[in-house]
C-alpha cells in the first residue's frame, strides 16, 4: 500500500490511469452521437457486459479496471426538434478497459486497449434508439458493435502530483468506430480518491461524418451539429476492490 501511495504523488502511474479512462469516453461517444435523431421501431436488446484482453501484470505492477456500474459514457449534440432547440443526449455503461500502474517506474505504467459496446447506447426514446443501431452505427454488423481507443501519447502532466491532488491534461490516441480510425485529443480531469481507486471526466468534440456515419433525414429534425461531444465519467479500482 505505501508504494501505491507513493504511486498517486507521481505523475507516471496517475497518468496511465487517466489515459485509460479517457480513451473509454472516446469509444462510448463517438458512436452514440450519431443515431439520435432518427426514429424507427424497438430499442436495443440487452447484452452481456463487454470484455477487453487482459494483460498480465508484472511483479511491478498493479492492475487497475473501470468500474462499469460506477462510470457512463455519453454523448451531446444539438439539434432543432419541430422547430425548437433540442439536444439530444445518449449513454451506456457498457466499457472495459484495465490499467497496469507501475509503483517503482511510473513511466513504464499501461494502458489495455479501451473497449465500448456501442450496440447498447441509448437516448431518451426507443425509436431514436432503433435507427442509431440499425441505420447508423449499423450494429447488426458484428464488425461495427464494438468502439476501440488505443492510447498513443498524453500531453500536461505535471511535474509532481500529490494523494487528492486533481490533475488536468490531454490524451492523445486512436479511436476506431464504425471501422474508421481517427487520431482525436481528449481533455481529461483525474483525482485519485485512495491508492485503489481513481475517478474523473475525459470530454472531446469530434465530426461524426468523420467516422462515416450519417444522420438520415426527418421532416421534423433539422439544423443537426456536425460536431458531437463525447464525455466519460469515470471510476478505476484495483482487483480487490472493483
Known amino acids: 500500500m505505501r508504494d501505491m501511495r507513493n504511486l498517486w504523488r507521481r505523475p507516471g502511474g496517475r497518468l496511465a490511469l487517466g489515459v485509460a479512462v479517457v480513451a473509454l469516453a472516446a469509444v462510448v461517444v463517438g458512436l452514440g452521437a450519431l443515431g439520435v435523431y432518427v426514429f424507427g421501431g424497438n430499442g436495443p436488446s440487452s447484452h452481456a457486459p463487454v470484455s477487453a484482453a487482459t494483460l498480465v501484470p508484472t511483479k511491478d505492477e498493479t492492475a487497475f479496471t473501470i468500474v462499469p456500474s460506477a462510470s457512463e459514457a455519453t454523448f451531446t449534440i444539438d439539434e432543432v426538434l419541430f422547430g425548437r432547440q433540442n439536444t439530444v443526449v445518449g449513454k451506456t455503461s ?105 475517478t474523473g471526466t475525459a470530454r472531446t468534440t469530434v465530426r461524426y461524418k468523420d467516422f462515416n456515419l450519417s444522420i438520415p433525414d426527418v421532416p421534423f429534425v433539422s439544423n443537426v451539429s456536425d460536431s458531437v461531444t463525447l464525455a466519460l465519467t469515470f471510476t478505476a479500482t484495483t482487483a480487490t476492490h472493483s
Do not use: C, W
Not at 437516448?123 to 442509431?132: A, I, K, W
Not at 480510425?181 to 481528449?186: L, Q
Open 94 to 198: 457498457s466499457v472495459a478497459g484495465e490499467i497496469l500502474v507501475n509503483a517503482q517506474h511510473p513511466s513504464q505504467s499501461r494502458v489495455g486497449q479501451i473497449r465500448v459496446d456501442v450496440s447498447t447506447l441509448l437516448t431518451d426514446s426507443q425509436q431514436r434508439n432503433h435507427t442509431l443501431q440499425s441505420r447508423i452505427l449499423e450494429t447488426d454488423n458484428a464488425a461495427n458493435q464494438y468502439a476501440t481507443f488505443t492510447t498513443t501519447a498524453i500531453k500536461g502532466m505535471p511535474a509532481s502530483v500529490t494523494a487528492g491532488q486533481t490533475l488536468h491534461f490531454q490524451l492523445v490516441g486512436e479511436l476506431t468506430v464504425h471501422q474508421v480510425t481517427k487520431s482525436e485529443t481528449f481533455d481529461v480531469t483525474l483525482t485519485a480518491k485512495s491508492a485503489s481507486e481513481l
